[in-house]
């Protein structure tokens, strides 16, 4: 079955720290994979995608076919980034969207 | 643009009372989804449509059923609501498979 795991439920960091949300998917297939954020008070939001291989708010995410994951990386943390994020698969042919259990990432000043 | 508007925001039911979660949408997406958020568990997928008059199952389907009478709502019922429906309810919509999913607001949902 298709499944997308995001093992820390919390991660803290100081501001200007690197941060690295982890998410791994089993899937067998060519994935399309999310980031979605979700800041205090507003709707969860695309962050970035896999495909267009771009850095939103200096986030990058790289695709590791390999290892099944789609770690979202970014070298300083900003207070502004704290948010849930959540990792999403679609899996090609089935139409779902399947997203992981979410990342509360908290940044301290 | 309006975008992705759920009906009502807030709800209480009793046990065993149904109601209709409403879901439209302007953008004439072909893809809706609803998704139930509980803590710990994050979004998961209650049932979807790929467009008008389809409906599928998703991850947590039992309990609740689905209509896509027209293509831009999707509406999410429960028949005979139960205290573990308590939940945030969280209706999305996109293009295509390969697109962005544009969220709504969530419905909170109690169940006593």
């Known amino acids: 079955a298709q499944r997308v795991t995001q093992p820390e439920k919390l991660l803290s960091v100081f501001k200007g720290a690197p941060v690295e949300l982890k998410c791994n998917y089993s899937?067998?297939?060519?994935?399309?994979l999310f980031w979605y954020v979700q800041y205090s008070r507003q709707r969860l939001q695309l962050l970035l995608r896999?495909?267009s291989r771009e850095s939103i708010k200096g986030f990058t995410a790289d695709l590791n076919k390999g290892e099944t994951s789609f770690h979202l990386k970014k070298p300083f943390a900003q207070e502004e980034d704290s948010a849930m994020y959540y990792c999403?698969?679609?899996?090609?042919?089935?139409?779902?969207?399947?997203f992981g259990t979410g990342t509360r990432l908290q940044v301290f000043p | 643009n309006a975008g992705v508007t759920q009906t009502p925001k807030f709800r209480v039911l009793k046990t065993g009372q149904s109601m209709t979660l409403l879901c439209a949408q302007d953008?004439?997406?072909?893809?809706m989804y609803w998704y139930r958020q509980d803590p710990g568990m994050g979004l998961r997928l209650i049932h979807y449509s790929v467009g008008e008059g389809t409906t599928a199952k998703g991850e947590v389907p039992d309990g609740y059923n689905v209509s896509r009478l027209k293509k831009q709502n999707f509406l999410l019922g429960l028949e005979s609501a139960a205290p573990s429906q308590t939940s945030v309810y969280f209706c999305a919509s996109r293009m295509n498979m390969n697109t962005e999913a544009f969220f709504g607001q969530g419905t909170r949902l109690t169940v006593v």
């Open positions: 899937y067998s297939g060519s994935p399309e």
């Open positions: 999403a698969l679609s899996p090609w042919g089935t139409d779902k969207l399947i």
């Open positions: 953008m004439n997406h072909e893809y």
């Open positions: 896999h495909i």
